[in-house]
């Protein structure tokens, strides 16, 4: 049965998930040598987006780990 309090900390779970994610990604593109989104977008480097999306779900799983327990 799905509860107000079991409602609001899903809700912050994933607020949080969400914050320590985005800061992630911007950390590991800080971190790259070269503009990530500049290769990605405009020069079509689908080494660079392969990448990218690797790094997105390492991140997640992390995440997603760390907040199930």
């Known amino acids: 049965m799905l509860t ?3 409602f609001l900390a899903t809700l912050l779970y994933a ?3 969400i914050v ?3 800061v992630s990604f911007v950390l590991v593109d800080k971190l790259t040598p070269g503009e990530l989104w500049r290769e990605i ?3 079509k480097n689908l080494a660079v987006a392969v990448l990218a999306g690797s790094v997105a779900i390492g991140i997640s799983n992390i995440i997603s780990a760390a907040v199930h327990g």
Do not use: A, H, Q, T
Request: glycine share 16%.
């Open 41 to 43: 977008i405009e020069r």
């Open 4 to 6: 107000l309090p079991i």
């Open 20 to 22: 320590i994610f985005v």
């Open 15 to 17: 607020g949080m998930g």
